[in-house]
């Protein structure tokens, strides 16, 4: 047993922030907010030949092998740096086609050929595996050729052209892009049944992005901290400011260590993989909601100003907090195992 | 004597007050547009003075109606049950820079700069906050030299609100820096549109541009504009700060009261966490709305005490921070139960000025503990003045 | 309108509080926790005698005359004190008697001849107005004549002997009776249908014990704050005491102004009286408890000794929270309204 | 590399210890009276002892097993989930003045005082808060005078656990005034038998008598009795500190998920708060349950970081701090939700040493978040021990 990430796997994550840090610095969000897509393609094909986008496929798929763990680790540094881009539906949606087999449509997207936007069904819409209707949101697919509609029992990818009726609609992030669409019985490319364990690595990856927000917030207060000052003196000396930051700091510590625990167990392949999942995503999104809104305080009027970083935080992780499941959608598969099994 | 009920006077002025304003009030809707906010804000101030509803409870000396506190409040609970748009051009004029030239001006000054502010022909801006200063607002820097008849200033104010379409701005500067930092800061009228001022929007979060930074670069001031006592304008400015704490934010409560029955209205008919029912029928749901109703209903009753206290003594005294807290964090806290409430729809942006405007309701609210004394500094007052805790 | 309790209504306060601290001093509460009654049989007479029973009573039913308001701002005094003894039920059960008619009863309960507790049905015990069956806990009944059932659509007087099976509890409150007993068929001695006013009257009177509860911990802290040295400063200097404190008096505040509100909306027979009164018992609780919670952390190791008081007023706050609704009844009361009508 | 399976060896460890528990944990309830208490805890540790099951993690030239932090938390896993009663009495001696011995005292000093403690032969209680410093620690001010080959002690102790069934006592006393208030503090070892100590038990909240105030009257401790340099018992004790913020409370982590289930079983055979439905059937206490097994599966994960930490460095940090405060504050919680739960159940008391004990566990909690660091004190930690803010 070792919760601690060795020096390999923490080299992983930093070459990955450097990557995003030098590629997706976070200035790019406001000066691209009115470009279609919120990362261009040459980025993309950057991010895709560093093999970010291919990280826990096995080999033999055309992956670079490595574990949930590292892929969580990596999925941190995106939320941290609050990187744009359809990364995480990119990433279960070639893991969705070599599932199916598909080791062609594996190569096109891990290499960054065919992006994969994502689908967020709205209340009332179905999908019963052959035909998708209703009302959806599209996220980030302004520059997809394929999006991924992902559910515990069935997941499938579909054409972008499918939508081609899709509206833009704003979205509270900057660095989000968001189109509305109503399907009426659109048939995907590819579909898997028994997705439970895809929905699970993409439950764990979102909450390696809602964890490396809530970090990114517990450091920026507490740098904020140390060197603004008020009164003659640091704000960090005012336990009103102190206090908070350690409240961020031991919210941060629950969502990392919860993360590390989930993405072993999926490593693990543990029989309760998709609920430590659930706590992960539970105990993340508190953690990023929380950090962020806490974040804005501790930083003043500066705090919410455009120019200032700190208000992509909060909308980032509201954005988070609702894709790949809610939080009364998480909290119930902790209640319903309650409910039904002690 | 504790007595809910509201004097005949009380009910008739409520009645003609409800009337007037259903007949007299704006029908087109609040532009978004800066520029256009100036005219729209001027001309329904200008309205309400031809009505003679400008002033309730200023001075008749000073073209008010001379009403009490209790009127005033009575104004701004109607006001805000009307729905009508939130006064926030003019509201520095008429509750802030105002009142303190009012009470601390010389009979000069008042009859040159109150009128005007009633009769809607000027909008005023505040310029206190510098960047460097913050919570520590007598820390304040920006620094005025005495030139023959005339101050001239150099500086950086943040956070004025609506410094662009203003005509006046009430300017705390440094005219003494031998002395503690609450001593040597003089209070003075400043003509925004003086030689040397420059202004420059802040975007905020929310997209809007309601704050601007202000730069001076040897703008000169006549001495005639200081008001009270040159280096006495911290007592100047701290008379203005308890007039905030009074009556003036009724009209947002209000409008928080009605935010909350419109989340109730969302939780009836759209569908609830478990993607079946009406959300309304989710316990926890049901609850924190019930909380938000029970907490908006207490805090009604606060801004009561708190008139009935100002009638009484002539000031609401320290507890007003008890009520700026308490209403401060419960809107913020409405706006969080809307997001979530609103699930995925709360990725739209949907700015506040709109139908169902809660993402941008949400985005600004953080403003909301931070702007006019952040809650820290509130919960200092509280323990400070309010129970006497040391230091 | 005028929510400022006057100098003739703050003196009744005044006089109500100066005759608890010298009759039912808090030490009396260890003293007598293993005496059958919580207040001495000497000290309940001395209460009667000085109206205490009777303040809110119309002098023609031989009360003192006084409205809600002042009945509210007495029984905040009891909170403060934490005055033990069957108060509440008999204040309450005396205005039943006299909308029933009784006289005789009303002046023997006013008088302190006769004591009323309190019955507190479990769930699944009913009563149809006629007779109770379930199990019921009896509430400070000890030294009780009679017994009240209270509820929004009947509520009624039960002679006390009817529940001699009754078999004592330890209560968590030692200035608190508790007992258990079975009820088969038990007859009222008095009864009365839509009873919907007594019960907001006794719904606000709960609110004001719990108000003055919080208020009574917000001051034993803010003195605590200012008198305890540590690191060679009184405590109260660190924000993480100070704003402690003042979100203590912000709690208290809302509830002692929503307590008045509802009162005079009670005196004024206001429509919206059960409503009201609901919103203060919601605000009141939720004071009483995080301020008596607090109170505790702020006194350290002292505030958690049985000698210190402040545990008193957990207890107390604790006890209060249950009887005459629950938070949730309460929230109902508020959120059924929000449910049906808007 | 993070990795949650555990090697073949641990879990055969793992398989020995629940096997071994199952066959020898005593079956008789702990008894409540505390005379009894010292006879039981002595007791059940020499079982312990001669089943070679003591000091898994103390070094073998001490009488230990001489293994690795993991096996130890295995144990306290195993022994948490075996549903054992705590190990109150002989805590201190294992977990806080035996580790500080093995570090800090002499050979002499280690080969008297470390056999009895694993051998389940004498109970320690700590002298370290006293009335007048609290969180202060280091302003302590029982003091001692070197008469001869003896300190001659005179001065108060309070919050001491188990102080009444004690034999030693790990004592803080200032034996040098003239310097900084961490300077003049020596950490010795005192019998609590000895003349002019006198012990008064403390009543707590919850009606029990744990805690003890000790007062020393001219009680003389041979020199040869200090642990470390004399004048230099801070440093002592902070080592020992560090220590309380291992895995020791591993096995009331265990205890607390356990106890969360038990309210899952509450919430399914109690009726909820409309009086019809069962209680879990209630969305607002399902997802409060929800999020409690949520946080003790975190806690748990936090633990295991802790661990892994120490394994690697020798020491679980500051960053042991995060993990007091997030289960303190998350203890109080669960027992606050067992408060909203049992509704009107809330007011029988029922001590904690019972089955369904959840007032007295209530009522006990309150104590987490004060002794052993408060949580502000451990908040103060964690911004400047691990943010590296200011003090």
């Not at chain 2, 003019?90 to 009470?103: E, R």
């Not at chain 2, 008849?149 to 031998?178: M, P, Y």
């Not at chain 2, 419109?262 to 316990?283: C, F, M, N, S, Y």
Request: overall charge negative.
């Amino acid at each position: 047993m070792d919760l601690l990430p060795s020096d390999e796997e923490l080299s992983i994550a930093q070459t990955v922030a450097e990557l995003l840090h030098r590629e997706l610095p976070r200035e790019l969000l406001r000066e691209r907010q009115n470009e279609q897509t919120s990362i261009s393609a040459e980025a993309w094909s950057i991010c895709a030949e560093s093999g970010l986008l291919a990280l826990g496929l096995a080999e033999g798929s055309g992956g670079v092998g490595f574990g949930l763990v590292e892929e969580a680790l990596a999925f941190r540094e995106i939320g941290r740096e609050l990187a744009p881009g359809p990364f995480l539906s990119s990433v279960i949606g070639a893991r969705l086609a070599a599932e199916a087999g598909d080791t062609e449509l594996v190569r096109a997207i891990v290499s960054g050929d065919r992006q994969v936007g994502l689908i967020l069904p709205r209340a009332g819409a179905t999908f019963d595996g052959s035909v998708v209707t209703g009302e959806v949101e599209l996220v980030d697919a302004t520059g997809s050729d394929l999006l991924l509609l992902l559910r515990p029992d069935v997941s499938a990818l579909f054409d972008r052209a499918s939508f081609a009726s899709a509206l833009p609609w704003q979205s509270i992030d900057p660095g989000v892009r968001l189109e509305v669409a109503t399907a009426v019985g659109v048939e995907p490319v590819l579909a898997v049944v028994d997705s439970a364990e895809l929905w699970a690595r993409a439950v764990v990856l979102s909450s390696a992005i809602l964890t490396g927000i809530s970090e990114a917030c517990r450091d920026a207060s507490t740098t904020h901290a140390k060197t603004r000052e008020q009164f003659g003196r640091p704000i960090g000396v005012n336990q009103a400011i102190k206090h908070r930051c350690a409240d961020m700091a031991m919210y941060s510590e629950a969502a990392s260590a919860q993360l590390l625990y989930a993405a072993a167990a999926g490593d693990a392949e543990s029989a309760d993989f998709g609920y430590q999942a659930s706590i992960a995503r539970v105990v993340a999104s508190r953690a990023a909601i929380s950090n962020a809104e806490a974040n804005i305080q501790v930083h003043g009027g500066m705090g919410y100003t455009y120019e200032h970083d700190a208000h992509l935080y909060v909308k980032r992780a509201r954005v988070w907090a609702n894709l790949i499941g809610s939080r009364t959608f998480h909290l119930s598969a902790v209640i319903d195992e309650i409910r039904v099994a002690a | 004597m504790v007595d809910l009920t509201f004097s005949r006077e009380q009910n008739e002025f409520r009645d003609e007050v409800r009337t007037w304003l259903a007949e007299n009030a704006p029908t087109r809707t609040r532009p978004h547009d800066y520029a256009e906010i100036r005219e729209y804000d001027l001309s329904w101030q200008r309205t309400q003075y031809a009505g003679g509803w400008a002033g309730i409870s200023w001075p008749v000396e000073f073209g008010g109606k001379g009403l009490s506190v209790i009127e005033q409040m009575i104004w701004y609970e109607e006001y805000g049950r009307a729905g009508l748009p939130g006064m926030d051009a003019t509201f520095v004029g008429l509750n802030h820079a105002g009142p303190t030239l009012m009470s601390r001006a010389s009979d000069e000054q008042k009859s040159k700069h109150l009128p005007p502010i009633l009769r809607g022909e000027v909008i005023w801006c505040q310029g206190f906050s510098e960047p460097g200063s913050g919570s520590d607002l007598a820390s304040l820097s920006t620094r005025a030299i005495i030139d023959g008849d005339d101050l001239v200033v150099n500086g950086q104010k943040i956070w004025t609100s609506f410094a662009h379409l203003a005509d006046w701005q009430e300017l705390l500067v440094r005219t003494d820096r031998t002395g503690g930092k609450h001593h040597g800061i003089s209070w003075v009228i400043c003509d925004i549109h003086s030689p040397g001022i420059e202004v420059r929007a802040i975007k905020t979060m929310d997209g809007e541009a309601e704050f601007a930074e202000v730069f001076y670069d040897d703008v000169r001031i006549p001495l005639a504009n200081v008001v009270g006592e040159l280096n006495q304008g911290w007592g100047v400015a701290m008379s203005t700060l308890a007039f905030e704490r009074g009556t003036a934010f009724t009209a947002s409560q209000v409008r928080l009261a009605s935010l909350v029955e419109e989340l109730v209205e969302i939780a009836r008919t759209r569908t609830g966490p478990d993607g079946k029912r009406a959300a309304i029928a989710d316990d926890e749901v049901a609850r924190r709305l019930g909380m938000a109703r029970a907490e908006v209903a207490a805090l009604r009753a606060m801004t009561y005490v708190g008139i009935s206290r100002s009638e009484k003594t002539g000031t609401p005294g320290s507890e007003g921070s008890i009520v700026k807290l308490y209403y401060t964090e419960l809107h913020k806290q409405v706006a969080q139960l809307a997001m979530d409430l609103l699930g995925s729809d709360g990725l739209r942006f949907v700015s506040r000025w709109m139908n169902n405007g809660w993402t941008g309701e949400y985005l600004a609210s953080f403003s909301l503990s931070i702007g006019g004394g952040t809650s820290e500094i509130q919960r200092n007052i509280i323990g400070e003045r309010v129970l006497g805790l040391p230091r």
